[in-house]
Antibody
Framework: EVQLVESGGGLVQPGGSLRLSCTASGFTFSAYGMSWVRQAPGKGLEWLAYISGGATTITYADSVKGRDTISRDNAKNSLYLQMNSLRAEDTAIYYCVRDVGYDRNANYNSYFDSWGQGTLVTVSS | QSVLTQPPSVSGAPGQRITISCTGS?????????VFWYQQLPGTAPKLLIYANTNRPSGVPDRFSGSKSGTSASLAITGLQAEDDGHYYCQSSDSSLNGDVVFGGGTKVTVL
């Protein structure tokens, strides 16, 4: 059974930093791309960042580009998100997700077939 | 606002059929990117409901079905049940955003 367990959330002041972690089990971690998705309180879903299985491809949403860094340690079956210069609008539940990608119709499609339970990040003074 | 547009809410009585629309544009659904649907029940993480427009993962009841046409997609729920009460999100990718993943704003399904 695929399991994704996030940790590292909490209360942080504006301008501060936080590092989220996600520990994966139940599948060959290095064979899958992984992403982070967040959900602000009472709001919808927002994709943030993607990293390929071998960490050779990394992409970010414009909302976090230059502030966040996604990384992984395949030896530890772990995914990370380093978040810097945090703002109030970064307050959200952050989900670690397994990213399944494939080519069709000359497009690269991507979706999330497994989700962690999420970790809450609150940015407030 | 979201790149993909969904109605904020849809409701139906138990046993009824409801549909949720997901309207995109020529740079996402209309550009032949596939559409995916997620179900989020109260207090839980989202769960994959439909992948590649019409396919159900193992364990998802066949009451749920997806379709896609032109720049739009739809999720249908037949034989609505009380446990279907929750939020539903569509997802695709967008060529104007370098192929980044985009979500709809979500639809709250209320079982009356």
């Amino acid at each position: 059974e695929v399991q994704l367990v996030e940790s590292g959330g909490g209360l942080v002041q504006p301008g501060g930093s936080l590092r989220l972690s996600c520990t994966a089990s139940g599948f060959t971690f290095s064979a899958y791309g992984m992403s982070w998705v967040r959900q602000a309180p009472g709001k919808g879903l927002e994709w943030l960042a993607y990293i390929s299985g071998g960490a050779t491809t990394i992409t970010y949403a414009d909302s976090v580009k230059g502030r966040d860094t996604i990384s992984r340690d395949n030896a530890k079956n772990s995914l990370y998100l380093q978040m810097n210069s945090l703002r109030a609008e970064d307050t959200a539940i952050y989900y670690c997700v397994r990213d399944v990608g494939y080519d069709r119709n000359a497009n690269y499609n991507s979706y999330f077939d497994s989700w962690g339970q999420g970790t809450l990040v609150t940015v407030s003074s | 606002q979201s790149v993909l547009t969904q109605p904020p809410s849809v409701s139906g009585a138990p046993g009824q059929r409801i549909t949720i629309s997901c309207t995109g544009s020529s740079s996402n659904i209309g550009a032949e990117y596939d559409v995916f649907w997620y179900q989020q029940l109260p207090g839980t993480a989202p769960k994959l409901l439909i992948y590649a427009n019409t396919n159900r993962p193992s364990g998802v009841p066949d009451r749920f079905s997806g379709s896609k046409s032109g720049t739009s997609a739809s999720l249908a729920i037949t034989g609505l049940q009380a446990e279907d009460d929750g939020h539903y999100y569509c997802q695709s990718s967008d060529s104007s955003l370098n192929g980044d993943v985009v979500f709809g704003g979500g639809t709250k399904v209320t079982v009356l």
